[in-house]
């Protein structure tokens, strides 16, 4: 097999979607940490010439953008297929994952997560409105999401799709600030979902803040 490489920060939500995915796939891989928020090499944007994070290489084949990389794997190795079956379910879950690039992503993990949690962590200064703006954008995608799981159309914790795979760092992120376990528990169905993919050995092994997660 043509060797695999994740360019990818160790605290990037975004990095950790392709690393659940390729563990999923079980795919052999090696990471190279790259810092977006650093100055960039000039081979890294080469790579990636918008300067985030992850790059995914297979041999001489590049690619970045998160969704065309785990639909890339999903595709090209084998091991248990990621996406459902049927236009439907296929459909619901390329929204689930448009919502949360769209909508989720900035307020839970740029917002609330980083305001309440990762820049006390580093020690830097954070501001209490960029919370509560973030709190407030949130609970139409936990809202959204909770309709979903209770429907019972995906993220129901049994067949793993790419869908769970893009919300679980997202979430993680969310919940590790106390104003966003919060939110959560307000949502039955989507705490419940999270309950079972917090417990989940992949989500421990990818856990950036463990000691044992892997690099
Ligand atoms: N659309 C990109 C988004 C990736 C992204 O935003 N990654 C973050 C880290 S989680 C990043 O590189 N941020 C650097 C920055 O905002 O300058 C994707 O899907 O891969």
Redesign the pocket.
């Known amino acids: 097999m043509e060797p695999v490489y994740l360019h990818g920060?160790r605290y990037?939500?975004?990095?950790r979607i392709v690393r659940l995915v390729l563990l999923l796939k079980q795919v052999e891989h090696q990471t190279i940490e790259v810092n977006?928020?650093a100055e960039l090499s000039e081979a890294y944007l080469a790579l990636h010439p918008f300067?985030?994070?992850?790059v995914l290489t297979h041999g001489a084949f590049k690619l970045?953008?998160?969704?065309a990389i785990t639909r890339y794997v999903d595709r090209t190795f084998t091991g248990r297929p990621l996406q459902p079956q049927g236009a439907a379910a296929l459909a619901r879950m390329d929204q689930i994952i448009a919502v949360i690039?769209a909508y989720a992503?900035w307020p839970m993990v740029r917002q609330v997560s980083s305001h309440a949690f990762f820049r006390p962590f580093l020690g830097e200064h954070s501001r209490r409105e960029e919370i509560e703006t973030g709190l407030e954008a949130s609970r139409k995608v936990l809202s959204f999401l909770d309709d979903v799981i209770r429907r019972g159309e995906l993220l129901t914790g049994r067949d793993i799709t790419l869908a769970d795979c893009h919300l679980a760092p997202m979430m993680d992120y969310f919940v590790r600030a106390e104003e966003g376990k919060a939110a959560l528990s307000r949502y039955q169905a989507l705490q419940r979902w999270w309950d079972h993919m917090s417990g989940m050995d992949l989500l421990q092994a990818t856990d950036p803040f463990a000691t044992q997660a892997l690099r």
Request: charged share 20%; hydrophobic share 25%; net charge negative.
């Open positions: 920060y990037s939500a975004y990095t977006p928020f300067g985030r994070v992850p970045f953008e998160t969704n690039d992503y």
